[in-house]
């Protein structure tokens, strides 16, 4: 059975990371991929990395992208554009809680459309 | 005007080294009330920008801005690299299928690549951005009917400086309020050597 993925994109690696190591502890079964920082893995974020980690979350049921502060929303926005995929979200939720959220809500084999809006009412 | 694939070339050149020679004054503008890292982001991006172009052979302007514009978007990071990348990525489009480029359509380029900007940043006047640099030199080339390269860079100073004024209330800027009052802003002093730039490049100063 394929699960919405989720995207995590933050300016930090660690940050992206830490919240996958959070969600991972819990669900287990839904696709989700990291994309902190820039290609150097500095601070900052690459449109090039969020490309990469949609390709792998999405599993054939589309992915939901969190972000955090100033360029993360419009690196994804455009990551988004340029995907092959129609069945992508960007959810304006916190990013820790948000995407926390959204895994549990995935991990019940709900749409990309269904957790995008669970998520949302919860905040 | 007769804008051609060599002009674009040198334009970018010319933008890149003027970047590369203020990298840490952009930086500088970008401390007070940003991460810091614009200076050692654009001038990333148009050093890769410039390597890309001067490695293929191109024969229209429109190529040019394409490559331009794509390895801005990946190079750069930060918002600047979607907001420069979308820039030279509507200059090219309006440019297609027009070589030479003449100022009619140059104009038409800076328009969109303008409303293209602003639609991708969510940005209007006056909120200490770029498009604070670029809509008054939109409104110079709408108004003239030549390429004035003088006047090109005296609208283009006179509106850098006057972001100096401004409270940025779009970009990282805006986290900084009040603060970021005083400052020029770095994605308008980055525009301002685009239009020297093309000044140089176009105008032989």
């Known amino acids: 059975m394929a699960y919405a993925g989720i995207v995590l994109i933050s300016h930090s690696s660690k940050i ?79 990013l820790v809680e948000g995407s926390y959220t959204a895994a549990v809500e995935s991990g019940m084999g709900k749409s990309v459309q269904e957790v995008h809006d669970a998520v949302v009412k919860s905040f | 005007m007769e804008f051609q694939a060599q002009d674009a070339i040198q334009w970018i050149g010319l933008t890149n080294e003027k970047i590369q020679a203020n990298k840490e004054y952009l930086t500088s503008l970008d401390q007070v009330i940003g991460d810091s890292d614009h200076g050692i982001n654009m001038s ?9 172009i ?21 190079k750069v990071g930060g918002a600047s690299g979607p907001l420069f990348g979308t820039l030279f990525l509507k200059l090219s489009t309006t440019f297609k299928g027009n070589d030479p480029v003449d100022y009619a359509t140059f104009t038409s380029g800076l328009e969109e690549a ?63 309020k ?16 685009i239009f020297e730039a093309l000044a140089e490049a176009e105008g032989g100063y």
């Open chain 2, 114 to 176: 303008l409303s293209g900007v602003m639609q991708r940043g969510k940005a209007t006047k006056g909120e200490k951005t770029l498009v604070d640099v670029w809509a008054p030199v939109v409104e110079h080339f709408k108004q003239e009917n030549a390429f004035q390269a003088d006047k090109i860079l005296e609208v283009a100073k006179t509106a850098m400086e006057n972001t100096k004024d401004l409270m940025a209330t779009k970009g990282r800027a805006a986290y900084f």
């Open chain 1, 16 to 94: 992206a990371e830490g919240i996958k190591d959070l969600i991972t502890q819990v669900v287990k079964e839904v696709p989700i991929e990291a994309a902190g920082g820039t290609e150097e893995d500095d601070i900052g974020t690459s449109i090039d990395k969020i490309q990469e980690a949609i390709g792998r979350a999405d599993t054939g049921k589309g992915v939901l992208l969190f972000y955090d502060i100033g360029s993360a929303k419009m690196n994804a926005e455009m990551a988004m554009e340029m995907a092959d995929s129609e069945n992508i979200q960007l959810v304006e939720a916190p």
């Open chain 2, 178 to 193: 009040e603060k970021s009052i005083g400052h020029i802003d770095p994605g308008s002093a980055s525009s301002y050597y």
């Open chain 2, 54 to 74: 001067s490695g293929e052979s191109y024969d229209t302007a429109s190529d040019v801005l394409k490559d331009v514009a794509m390895t801005l978007m990946s």
């Open chain 2, 44 to 52: 990333r991006g148009f050093q890769e920008a410039v390597n890309k």
